[in-house]
Each structure stands twice: as structure tokens, then as C-alpha cells.
């Protein structure tokens, strides 16, 4: 394989951290302005300097050639003192990513590629996940699983644990308290050495 493919592929993979870091910072500046959010923080491949690893792309994985991980989405925490306004945080995430993304200054990453993993702030104990669909129920299959929908907007994953790294790496990327404001913004967070 050429080594220019591979620097294109790796390339293409930083590029895409720093778009899915971009949109951190579109959706942290729109949900800073709902009082019951205490904290929020990414996590995930976004939050971390990306790693090589052989890709699940045939053509890599076939010569066992590694490249930088791929982030294949966005993993937001964010810690509410109430659940009451999910539809409206929901709302303000697509209408904000849409916003930044016309006006140039955003990414083209839409509101379903942004898990937002959503915590009580005085016990980190795990609620759910803000859904994406736009009316709740939807009645879609994921909207079967039972305590899907019960509080609007908190969508239910059959079988979902939040692993601790989930937290770990949360932690070591603070981007907002209610306390200080905007600690600092995603694309500042470390990048591969």
C-alpha cells in the first residue's frame, strides 16, 4: 500500500476528531444557557488523543497496516439537576449544530452522531441518554425498550451499562460548570503525540 494512502487515511481521521470536537463546543455554548445542567464534559475517542490500531477497513486490516482510531461519533456527559426540559435540550442541539454549520462556523455533524449521556451531578449515577427523534414516543423499535419515554426525551438502551471509563476520561475533560463557565473548549483538548 502506498504511504500516502495511509497518510490520507490518517489525516482523514484526525480531521474528523477535531470536526466531532467542534461540535462539542457548538452543543456545550447552546446547552450552557439551560440552568439545570451542573457539568458537561466529553469522552469517548473525542476526548483522548486518538491511537493507531489495524482499522476494520479491509485494505488496512488486510496488510496490517495501523492508522489513527476512527471516531465514529461524539460521547457527551452531561450532568442535570432535572430531566423536566429533554425535549428542549433536544430541540436546541439540532437547531444549534444546523445554525453553526450555515453560518460556516460549525461542523456538518447532526444531532443523532452526538451521544449525550445524561448523569445526576451529586452521585454520578447513570439516567440515560437524550434521545434524538423528534417527538416522544416515535415509535420507532428503539422506543420499545421498556422505561424508554417515561420521562420524555430519556431514551433507554436495552442492556446498557455505562462502562467507567465513560466517567474516566469525562473527568480529565471538563468543558463547562454551572460554577466557573466554559473551562475550556474541546479543540484544546490533547491531541495524538
Not at 109 to 137: K, M
Amino acid at each position: 500500500m502506498r504511504l500516502s494512502k495511509i497518510d490520507e487515511e490518517n489525516q482523514r481521521q484526525l480531521t474528523r476528531q477535531r470536526e466531532f470536537r467542534a461540535a462539542a463546543d457548538v452543543i456545550v455554548s447552546a446547552f450552557v444557557a439551560f440552568s439545570e445542567v451542573a457539568a458537561i464534559a466529553a469522552s469517548g475517542s473525542v476526548a483522548v488523543p486518538l491511537w493507531k490500531e489495524v482499522p476494520r477497513f479491509r485494505e488496512f486490516r488486510r496488510e496490517g497496516i495501523e492508522v489513527w482510531h476512527e471516531c465514529g461519533d461524539l460521547d457527551l456527559v452531561v450532568w442535570l439537576d432535572s430531566l423536566d426540559r429533554l425535549g428542549e435540550m433536544r430541540r436546541t442541539r439540532e437547531l444549534a449544530l444546523r445554525a453553526a454549520f450555515e453560518a460556516g462556523t460549525g461542523p456538518s455533524i447532526t444531532g443523532h452522531q452526538a451521544d449525550v449521556f445524561l448523569l445526576e451531578p451529586t452521585s454520578d449515577r447513570y439516567l440515560g441518554r437524550l434521545c434524538s427523534y423528534n417527538e416522544c414516543p416515535k415509535g420507532k423499535r428503539d422506543c420499545l425498550v421498556p422505561g424508554c419515554g417515561a420521562i420524555a426525551f430519556n431514551k433507554v438502551v436495552a442492556g446498557f451499562v455505562p462502562r467507567a471509563d465513560l466517567l474516566a476520561a469525562a473527568r480529565q475533560s471538563k468543558l463547562y460548570e454551572r460554577k466557573t463557565g466554559i473551562l475550556k473548549s474541546a479543540l484544546d483538548l490533547p491531541g495524538p503525540q
